[in-house]
């Protein structure tokens, strides 16, 4: 059907009214443009967030003991609760979708830092005592040796894990410090690791500034007995973190004799709900762009019927004349679809390469700072689903020939006598 | 070669129902020149379209060169237009933002003649009415005579059984009025039968019959001095 002959028609007719296909095409143009960049865009904030939440484990939570607000089996409220290493072992036992349970305790409170001593050397450090499947709530690469291992805990050695800037602050960046003593409340560790984040996002300097030890070995040379300062969990995947975590209170508020209703003796800070809330946003965005760039896209089809319309109106007299000279009605129609398939093909398709260009563009400006090490914009490189973006063009051809069948028809039905009756 | 038995046509003029031809019976033979005269409402242009298949009369038959025309679908009527009738109009009815040469072909492009072969042929043609030196030329650079030997070239390309003018000199001067009536003529002479619509009589005059229309009648059916010669 499209044979060369066709095609030579198709071009004249376009060509002989520059104006109107130029109009015709930028609406389509535009629209297509506009969805592209807009869909690159969403993509570009989507990655970025979510490349800014990749140093976390994005469903972790934590879930600490506080004082009870009721009064339970006969024991007063404003006890404190605090957990210990039977709670863990309990809580492994009793509550099933625990991916990862890592008990963890601090030397000082949230934040809090305590001095590090090396030598002649001080610096200040969040010092904790952890469990090696703590690497998989912080996940992490070494720059020198190991993380906490089993054996660690099992023989409480003196050993610790230390931050980039602690390294630096100690020993100096380029000194390999493993074997090295550090000194603890004057109790001395040997050092068999530098870590580092997977990510920093933006808390880099407080990342590097942790000093990691051994739970047991933490517990027994600080005197914390048996107690945990909080449990960081992962569930099971495809398990929500808060469900996982109301089953460990349950579990917590038996062994502790809690009343059930008494919600203020945990605390619990989920990441996972955030991470929900983020998603929410962008499923938000997502639906506003589709909206917007689809809106675009009608207003273009429209214009093409429009165009196509006003246009058929116009060459009536040539219509009559090919019909007096043996033009068959569907010869017509298939004409006006055709021209109307190609003003909108070739437009849609330079919409999106000039959309794919723009976003190419961006990226380049944009790459210097989006991929900085502690790069702090929530923007990535604006990437497109190719097969998303053909279909929504393919869609806009569909749309347009059924929007132009009608004037089309119309031009089928043109009475030569009529169209050619001298004016 | 056309062979009109009885036609009526009539239209309806808001409340009433106007006659434009009432029971027309007529025979043109192969290689006529026949012009039609009459005045404005003389049912003339009515007859034009049907001869043309661009009407179809209300009753009577139609028989253009063996074949009757009757209840033909509009995809079938434009293929007979094509096949056996060349149409001149008063107003040229070229495609504007087509080339002289491309507006000859065009009839050929719905026959599928290929692009090359048909320009070739709508060369030969534009030679015969002497316009070769303007094929590539729009309608626009062309005079109202140029024009109307684009159109008369357009006509015969298919090689019709029939060439239909109407009022071809309608919008020309009288010496270009008089060139495209030799070209009338010359076509005539080499075997085309040729049927024209005009309201001049000194152009029916130089027809070899000459027929008046009044009010959907033939009134009057001559065969003109000079060409009986």
Redesign the interface.
């Given at each position: 059907m499209m044979d060369?002959?066709l095609w030579?028609?198709i071009w004249?007719?376009l060509?002989?009214?520059r104006l109107r296909t130029l109009l015709t095409a930028s609406g389509i143009f535009w629209g297509v443009f506009i969805l592209i960049v807009m869909l690159g865009f969403g993509n570009g904030i989507q990655s970025g967030v979510n490349k800014s939440m990749a140093g976390y484990a994005t469903n972790a939570l934590y879930l600490w003991g506080q004082a009870t607000s009721k009064p339970w089996q006969g024991l007063p409220p404003g006890r404190s609760v605090r957990l210990n290493s039977d709670d863990t072992m309990a809580l492994q036992a009793r509550v099933d979708g625990i991916a990862t349970l890592a008990p963890r305790v601090r030397l000082a409170r949230y934040r809090g830092r305590s001095d590090v001593v090396s030598g002649s050397k001080v610096t200040d450090a969040e010092i904790s005592g952890d469990v090696p499947s703590f690497r998989h709530v912080l996940p992490m690469t070494f720059k020198f040796g190991r993380f906490i291992n089993p054996i660690d805990i099992e023989s409480k050695r003196k050993v610790a894990v230390i931050g980039e800037r602690i390294h630096r602050d100690l020993f100096g960046e380029d000194v390999d410090p493993l074997g090295k003593q550090i000194q603890i409340r004057q109790i001395s560790f040997t050092v068999v690791g530098v870590f580092k984040p997977r990510r920093y996002g933006s808390n880099r300097e407080r990342m590097g500034s942790l000093v990691i030890t051994p739970l047991t070995t933490f517990q027994q040379v600080f005197n914390y007995g048996q107690e945990i300062g909080f449990y960081a969990m992962i569930p099971e995947p495809g398990l929500r973190s808060e469900a996982v975590g109301e089953e460990m209170q349950q579990v917590l508020m038996q062994r502790h004799r809690v009343d059930p209703a008494d919600h203020r003796a945990f605390g619990n800070w989920n990441s996972e709900t955030e991470f929900l809330r983020i998603e929410r946003l962008f499923i938000g965005i997502r639906a506003f762009i589709w909206t917007v760039g689809l809106a675009t896209l009608l207003a273009g089809v429209l214009g093409v019927s429009n165009i196509m319309m006003i246009a058929i109106r116009e060459r009536r007299?040539?219509f009559?004349?090919?019909?007096?000279?043996?033009?068959?009605?569907?010869?017509v129609l298939t004409m006006i679809l055709a021209e109307t398939a190609t003003l909108v093909g070739v437009s849609g398709v330079l919409g999106l390469i000039a959309g794919l260009l723009a976003l190419f563009v961006v990226d380049l400006i944009t790459r210097p700072i989006t991929k900085s090490v502690d790069a702090e914009v929530l923007f990535d490189t604006p990437t497109i689903d190719l097969k998303i973006a053909i279909a929504a063009i393919l869609a806009l051809g569909v749309a347009s020939l059924l929007a132009t069948l009608i004037p089309a028809h119309h031009a089928m039905k043109i009475?030569?006598?009529e169209a050619?009756r001298?004016? | 070669m056309i062979d009109l038995a009885d036609i009526s046509k009539s239209y309806l003029m808001g409340q009433h129902s106007v006659h434009a031809l009432s029971d027309v019976s007529l025979n043109i033979g192969q290689g006529e020149f026949v012009a039609i005269q009459g005045s404005s409402g003389s049912g003339k242009s009515t007859l034009l379209n049907i001869l043309g298949i661009l009407d179809t009369p209300d009753s009577g038959a139609y028989t253009l060169d063996g074949h009757v025309i009757e209840n033909l679908s509009t995809s079938d009527a434009a293929r007979y237009r094509n096949r056996f009738i060349g149409f001149v109009f008063q107003s040229f009815n070229l495609i504007h933002h087509k080339s002289a040469l491309e507006n000859v072909a065009l009839p050929l492009y719905y026959q599928k003649v290929a692009r090359k072969k048909r320009s070739r042929i709508a060369m030969e043609y534009l030679d015969r009415v002497g316009l070769a030196d303007r094929a590539d030329h729009k309608p626009a650079e062309l005079s109202g005579g140029q024009s109307q030997r684009v159109a008369i070239a357009r006509a015969l390309i298919t090689e019709p059984a029939l060439l239909l003018a109407d009022e071809p000199t309608g919008a020309l001067d009288t010496q270009t009025s008089e060139q495209i009536m030799q070209i009338f003529r010359d076509v005539n002479d080499q075997g085309m039968t040729v049927v024209l619509v005009t309201h001049e009589p000194d152009i029916a005059a130089q027809a070899r019959r000459s027929i008046v229309l009044r009010d959907g009648d033939i009134v009057s059916d001559l065969l003109n001095g000079s060409s009986l010669l």
């Open positions: 060369r002959e030579s028609e004249q007719v060509k002989s009214n007299r040539e009559g004349i090919r019909k007096s000279i043996g033009a068959t009605p569907r010869s009475d030569p006598v050619l001298a004016e | -």
